[in-house]
C-alpha cells in the first residue's frame, strides 16, 4: 500500500511539473522571423507568444550591431490579444539587428528571455 502512495505521489508531482512547464509564455513566432533577411526595414517587430502575457512586465527591445537602441520603447501586449507583444522601430538602415525579448507568465508569473537577429539587406 506504502508503494502505491508513492507512485500516485510521484506521478501527481511529474504532472504538476509539466503544468507549471506549459505556464511558461515562449515565442511561438514573430514578423521578421528569427534569421530572416528582409529587404523592406520593418517598422514594426511582432512576436506570438505561447501564453497571456504579464503586460507590465513583458517587454521586447531592438539593437544594432554596436548595441544601440532602435526602438521606440513603446513595446507592449495587443489589449486584443494578450498572447500577442509588439515594439515600434526606429528607421532601420541596412545591417543585422538583435531582438531581446523577456515575456512574463500572466498566471504564473513565470519569467522567461530570448534573443534572435534578423537582417535587412535593400
Ligand atoms: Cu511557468
Same mark, same amino acid.
Given at each position: 500500500?506504502?508503494?502505491?502512495?508513492?507512485?500516485?505521489?510521484?506521478?501527481?508531482?511529474?504532472?504538476?511539473?509539466?503544468?507549471?512547464?506549459?505556464?511558461?509564455?515562449?515565442?511561438?513566432?514573430?514578423?521578421?522571423?528569427?534569421?530572416?533577411?528582409?529587404?523592406?526595414?520593418?517598422?514594426?517587430?511582432?512576436?506570438?507568444?505561447?501564453?497571456?502575457?504579464?503586460?507590465?512586465?513583458?517587454?521586447?527591445?531592438?539593437?544594432?550591431?554596436?548595441?544601440?537602441?532602435?526602438?521606440?520603447?513603446?513595446?507592449?501586449?495587443?489589449?486584443?490579444?494578450?498572447?500577442?507583444?509588439?515594439?515600434?522601430?526606429?528607421?532601420?538602415?541596412?545591417? &543585422?539587428?538583435?531582438?531581446?525579448?523577456?515575456?512574463?507568465?500572466?498566471?504564473?508569473?513565470?519569467?522567461?528571455?530570448?534573443?534572435? &537577429?534578423?537582417?535587412?539587406?535593400?
Amino acid at each position: 500500500m506504502r508503494n502505491i502512495a508513492t507512485v500516485l505521489l510521484a506521478s501527481i508531482f511529474s504532472l504538476a511539473a509539466a503544468t507549471a512547464a506549459f505556464a511558461h509564455s515562449e515565442l511561438q513566432s514573430s514578423v521578421p522571423a528569427a534569421n530572416a533577411t528582409v529587404k523592406d526595414a520593418p517598422k514594426t517587430i511582432e512576436i506570438d507568444f505561447s501564453e497571456e502575457l504579464n503586460p507590465k512586465l513583458s517587454k521586447i527591445e531592438v539593437q544594432d550591431s554596436m548595441g544601440m537602441t532602435m526602438d521606440k520603447g513603446d513595446s507592449h501586449v495587443s489589449d486584443s490579444d494578450a498572447k500577442h507583444m509588439s515594439v515600434d522601430l526606429q528607421s532601420l538602415s541596412a545591417g &543585422t539587428y538583435k531582438v531581446l525579448w523577456t515575456s512574463v507568465a500572466a498566471d504564473d508569473g513565470h519569467k522567461l528571455t530570448g534573443t534572435y &537577429t534578423f537582417t535587412v539587406q535593400p
